[in-house]
């Protein structure tokens, strides 16, 4: 009798996958992807055995009479069963030794699951499907385990190595798994995905084109020091892997020399990838949009939520399943929340961040209660799969291991040393404390505002930013102050920065109103900037918005007290540590390094961490899907998307939506034409009928109800429900 793992239906015939050879297939791919960790013994008898329940009678006849992909997806039925089989053999033949190649089978289809649920599905059922396999005479090539062994350096006693051990092993046998099935089914998509430039090839085209701008750019201190940032990374790039951080301020011209450190470092070291994980979406467009211009379409995957379907590649989306590409441009909430996953699709990805450079943009921003298994995971990268990490940010937060984090690093090393002075020789601000400790009315705010001709004010709130903007129009008597927030959807605040980038360029007053969207990252410059007073990382950030260019002697970085307080949580925290540091020291430096560090230290201790140290045991006992269910970088539960149809393009996607049902580019193609609002609020206006749900799956604000949409200030929440009254004319 032979044996199959797949079949595909075709006109005449049905085509036949077999057995023996995807499991050798599968065996030898994630033997090649686990190679980099030591663990292509443990991933070759994963990819062996992991279909090994196919050989059962019940397969086989469900196969011949359910041929097609449907067949091979795994159910509660014995007949689907086929991972516990693999899974039981593994247990039998390896011994103590077993678990990681065991869970990495039983879960290979369904997803990671908590050991006590897998060790339970064996107990009921290992050994009866064992044995329905074992019936059939499976080849002895098949089942034997020659050459097992564990990774050396691997301590089963050191039970969160060990739980990243097994996440690791499990990535390179699901993406193998995948690999090889998409080759019988669909052999086209597997022959897209192509060839990619080498690593040297894009460092050499890095370096080209920063000795171009450099040679091109006006002599300033600014472009001295981007240089020098530059030459420095070059410089420290052959150090041995390890954990890096990069501490630049503002406008150093951080975003390319720290590529240019991972490209150099992978060159050297012979590591495959540079993945440059930042905090949002509006910086990541940016950034890649850089990156492409310098190393081409083909060298870079951009992989995350907001990508437009009408720009994405096919190529870009298939290699974002794994990876695979010598550059990687990413969200920190894709890395982080992968490396904690348990499922399939998520998981894929793993493997290949083992030998990679691994760069953190505005690390400032990884929330405080997650640092303990983020900075662990981060540690294990670095210990045992050939992995550097580069902590990428102008306010350096304190991620060393003590008493409140002994989960953090040890042994980061800065790549440029203090005396390039680069805070003392960039320092293009005078910062202004605010004179006392009384609110500076937001009537008084926008008179200082409407004197400035160009200057930016950065609120704490969304509603404070409409309040102040309305202010400021009451002064100027018109409607050109600029408002932001993230009420508007992103392809509103993405022209909104457009139209402020064309004032500025034209030398036009241009006066902007805010929430802290714009601070990490945001490509603007001003020469006054008035920032409410907040975490002293947020001020240095605003600051990065003020001669940015260094094209003015001084700006000026003016801080108040302002009305309102600050979202509850993180930001009400920040404002309390900082208040306390500025009350002890009234001339408190926030842009020194030193004063950062001191900055997070007392954060992360009264931040409560106990959630990252609850996730910790979690990982301890492989308690796989717990530790995916609570991990969450973005602390959303309290909001939801809203679309919002406030212009045609929108009209014409959820029209796709309606017509085409609900899929991977529909959905994507709505991204751009979001708003998170709260939970409760939309769904009394569902109730209400003013919110329409299309597909179950997407809630939306379209026709004359979108009239609550503002074309300044986006959504207007207590407007919901109201109709355009044009609209209701004939």
Same mark, same amino acid.
Request: glycine fraction near 6%.
């Given at each position: 009798?032979?044996?199959?793992?797949h079949?595909?239906?075709?006109?005449d015939?049905?085509?036949?996958?077999?057995l023996?050879?995807?499991?050798?297939?599968?065996?030898?791919?994630?033997?090649?992807?686990?190679?980099?960790?030591?663990g292509?013994?443990?991933?070759?008898?994963?990819?062996?055995?992991?279909?090994?329940?196919?050989y059962?009678?019940?397969?086989?006849?469900?196969?011949?009479?359910?041929?097609?992909?449907?067949?091979?997806i795994?159910?509660?039925?014995?007949?689907?069963d086929?991972?516990?089989?693999?899974a039981?053999?593994?247990?039998?033949?390896?011994?103590?030794?077993?678990i990681?190649?065991?869970?990495?089978?039983?879960?290979h289809?369904?997803g990671?699951?908590?050991?006590?649920?897998?060790?339970?599905?064996?107990?009921e059922?290992?050994?009866?499907?064992?044995?329905?396999?074992?019936?059939?005479?499976?080849?002895?090539?098949?089942?034997?385990?020659?050459?097992?062994?564990?990774?050396?350096?691997?301590?089963?006693?050191?039970?969160?190595?060990?739980?990243?051990?097994?996440?690791?092993?499990?990535?390179?046998?699901?993406?193998?798994?995948?690999?090889?099935?998409?080759?019988f089914?669909?052999p086209?998509?597997?022959?897209?995905?192509g060839?990619?430039p080498?690593?040297?090839e894009?460092?050499t085209?890095?370096?080209?084109?920063?000795?171009?701008?450099?040679?091109?750019?006006?002599?300033?201190?600014?472009?001295?020091?981007?240089?020098d940032?530059?030459?420095?990374?070059?410089?420290?790039?052959?150090e041995?892997?390890?954990?890096?951080t990069?501490?630049?301020?503002?406008?150093?011209?951080?975003t390319?020399?720290?590529?240019?450190f991972?490209?150099?470092?992978?060159?050297t070291?012979?590591?495959?990838?540079?993945?440059?994980?930042?905090?949002?979406?509006?910086?990541?467009?940016?950034?890649?949009?850089?990156?492409?211009?310098?190393?081409?379409?083909?060298?870079?995957?951009?992989?995350?939520?907001?990508?437009?379907?009408?720009?994405?590649?096919?190529?870009?989306?298939?290699?974002?399943e794994?990876?695979?590409?010598?550059?990687?441009?990413?969200?920190?909430?894709?890395l982080?929340?992968?490396?904690?996953?348990?499922?399939?699709?998520?998981?894929?990805?793993?493997h290949?961040?083992?030998?990679?450079?691994?760069?953190?943009?505005?690390?400032?921003?990884?929330?405080?209660?997650?640092?303990?298994?983020?900075?662990?995971?981060?540690?294990?990268?670095?210990?045992?799969?050939?992995?550097?990490?580069?902590?990428?940010?102008?306010?350096?937060?304190?991620?060393g291991?003590?008493?409140t984090?002994?989960?953090?690093l040890?042994?980061?090393?800065e790549?440029?040393?203090?005396?390039?002075?680069?805070?003392?020789?960039?320092?293009?601000?005078?910062?202004?404390?605010?004179?006392?400790?009384?609110?500076?009315?937001?009537?008084?705010?926008?008179?200082?505002?409407?004197?400035?001709?160009s200057?930016?004010?950065?609120?704490?709130?969304r509603?404070d930013?409409?309040?102040?903007?309305?202010?400021?129009?009451a002064?100027?008597?018109?409607?050109?102050?600029?408002?932001?927030? =993230?009420?508007? !959807?992103?392809?509103?605040?993405? $022209?909104? %920065?457009? *139209?402020?980038?064309?004032?500025? #360029?034209? @030398? +036009?007053?241009?006066?902007?109103?805010?929430?802290?969207?714009?601070?990490?990252?945001?490509?603007?410059?001003f020469p006054?900037?008035?920032?409410?007073?907040?975490?002293?990382?947020?001020?240095?950030?605003?600051?990065?918005?003020?001669?940015?260019?260094?094209?003015?002697?001084?700006?000026?970085?003016?801080?108040?007290?302002?009305?309102?307080?600050?979202?509850?949580?993180v930001?009400?925290?920040?404002?309390?540590?900082?208040?306390?540091?500025?009350?002890?020291?009234p001339?408190?430096?926030?842009? =020194?390094?030193? !004063?950062?560090?001191?900055?997070? $230290?007392? %954060?992360? *201790?009264?931040?409560?961490?106990? #959630?990252? @140290? +609850?996730?910790?045991?979690?990982?301890?006992?492989?308690?796989?899907?717990?530790?995916?269910?609570?991990?969450?970088?973005?602390?959303?539960?309290?909001?939801?998307?809203?679309?919002?149809?406030?212009?045609?393009?929108?009209?014409r996607?959820?029209?796709?939506?309606?017509?085409?049902?609900?899929?991977r580019?529909?959905l994507?193609?709505?991204?751009?034409?979001?708003?998170?609002?709260?939970?409760?609020?939309?769904?009394?206006?569902?109730?209400?009928?003013?919110?329409?749900?299309?597909?179950?799956?997407?809630?939306?604000?379209?026709?004359?109800l979108?009239?609550?949409y503002?074309?300044?200030?986006?959504?207007?929440?207590?407007k919901?429900?109201?109709?355009?009254?044009?609209?209701?004319?004939?």
């Amino acid at each position: 009798m032979e044996f199959y793992a797949h079949s595909q239906p075709q006109v005449d015939e049905c085509r036949w996958h077999r057995l023996t050879d995807h499991l050798k297939s599968v065996a030898e791919l994630a033997a090649g992807f686990a190679s980099v960790f030591d663990g292509g013994a443990a991933a070759r008898l994963a990819g062996q055995w992991h279909d090994l329940g196919k050989y059962s009678g019940d397969f086989q006849r469900m196969i011949r009479e359910a041929n097609g992909l449907s067949a091979h997806i795994e159910g509660e039925g014995n007949e689907r069963d086929h991972t516990t089989a693999g899974a039981q053999h593994a247990i039998d033949t390896l011994g103590p030794h077993a678990i990681p190649v065991m869970l990495a089978i039983a879960c290979h289809h369904t997803g990671l699951k908590d050991f006590p649920d897998v060790r339970r599905r064996l107990k009921e059922r290992g050994s009866r499907l064992l044995e329905a396999v074992r019936n059939q005479r499976p080849p002895q090539e098949v089942q034997n385990a020659n050459g097992f062994e564990l990774p050396t350096g691997l301590d089963p006693e050191d039970r969160l190595a060990f739980e990243f051990f097994v996440r690791m092993l499990f990535s390179a046998l699901v993406d193998a798994d995948f690999l090889d099935t998409e080759a019988f089914y669909d052999p086209g998509r597997t022959d897209s995905r192509g060839k990619r430039p080498s690593i040297p090839e894009l460092a050499t085209k890095l370096r080209v084109h920063l000795e171009q701008l450099e040679a091109n750019a006006p002599h300033s201190e600014v472009n001295l020091v981007r240089r020098d940032v530059r030459l420095t990374c070059e410089k420290r790039a052959p150090e041995p892997p390890g954990l890096f951080t990069l501490t630049v301020p503002t406008g150093g011209g951080k975003t390319l020399a720290a590529m240019a450190f991972g490209l150099s470092h992978a060159r050297t070291h012979g590591l495959d990838r540079v993945i440059v994980a930042i905090p949002y979406t509006s910086i990541i467009e940016q950034n890649a949009s850089v990156y492409r211009e310098v190393f081409g379409e083909d060298a870079i995957i951009e992989h995350h939520s907001s990508l437009d379907p009408e720009k994405e590649t096919f190529r870009n989306r298939i290699a974002s399943e794994n990876w695979d590409a010598p550059i990687v441009v990413t969200t920190t909430v894709q890395l982080f929340e992968s490396l904690f996953a348990v499922r399939t699709s998520r998981c894929r990805k793993l493997h290949n961040l083992a030998n990679a450079v691994i760069i953190l943009d505005e690390a400032q921003s990884l929330p405080g209660k997650l640092l303990p298994p983020i900075l662990s995971a981060l540690a294990e990268l670095s210990r045992n799969y050939h992995t550097s990490t580069v902590v990428c940010t102008a306010t350096q937060p304190a991620f060393g291991r003590s008493s409140t984090l002994p989960d953090g690093l040890e042994g980061q090393r800065e790549i440029c040393p203090p005396e390039l002075n680069l805070f003392g020789r960039l320092n293009r601000v005078h910062l202004h404390w605010p004179s006392g400790k009384e609110p500076t009315p937001y009537d008084n705010l926008a008179k200082r505002i409407a004197s400035h001709e160009s200057c930016l004010a950065i609120v704490h709130l969304r509603k404070d930013a409409r309040e102040l903007c309305n202010l400021v129009d009451a002064e100027l008597d018109d409607e050109s102050c600029i408002h932001l927030s =993230a009420l508007m !959807t992103p392809v509103h605040r993405n $022209r909104t %920065l457009t *139209e402020v980038r064309r004032r500025q #360029k034209a @030398h +036009e007053q241009v006066r902007v109103v805010s929430t802290q969207l714009v601070e990490a990252g945001v490509d603007l410059d001003f020469p006054v900037v008035l920032r409410a007073l907040g975490g002293l990382d947020s001020l240095a950030q605003a600051a990065g918005r003020c001669n940015r260019e260094g094209r003015l002697d001084r700006g000026v970085l003016e801080v108040f007290v302002p009305p309102t307080k600050p979202p509850r949580g993180v930001p009400e925290t920040a404002l309390g540590v900082a208040t306390s540091m500025l009350r002890a020291n009234p001339g408190l430096d926030p842009f =020194a390094p030193a !004063t950062q560090l001191e900055y997070f $230290r007392r %954060l992360y *201790e009264a931040s409560h961490l106990d #959630k990252g @140290h +609850e996730l910790q045991a979690a990982r301890r006992k492989l308690q796989f899907r717990t530790v995916a269910d609570d991990f969450a970088l973005i602390d959303d539960a309290w909001s939801a998307p809203l679309v919002v149809a406030h212009e045609a393009e929108a009209d014409r996607r959820l029209a796709a939506l309606r017509n085409e049902g609900p899929s991977r580019r529909t959905l994507r193609a709505l991204q751009p034409y979001t708003v998170n609002v709260s939970r409760r609020a939309l769904t009394a206006w569902v109730a209400q009928g003013v919110v329409l749900v299309i597909h179950d799956i997407v809630q939306a604000l379209e026709g004359p109800l979108a009239a609550s949409y503002h074309p300044r200030f986006g959504l207007i929440a207590e407007k919901v429900g109201e109709v355009d009254a044009s609209s209701l004319v004939l």
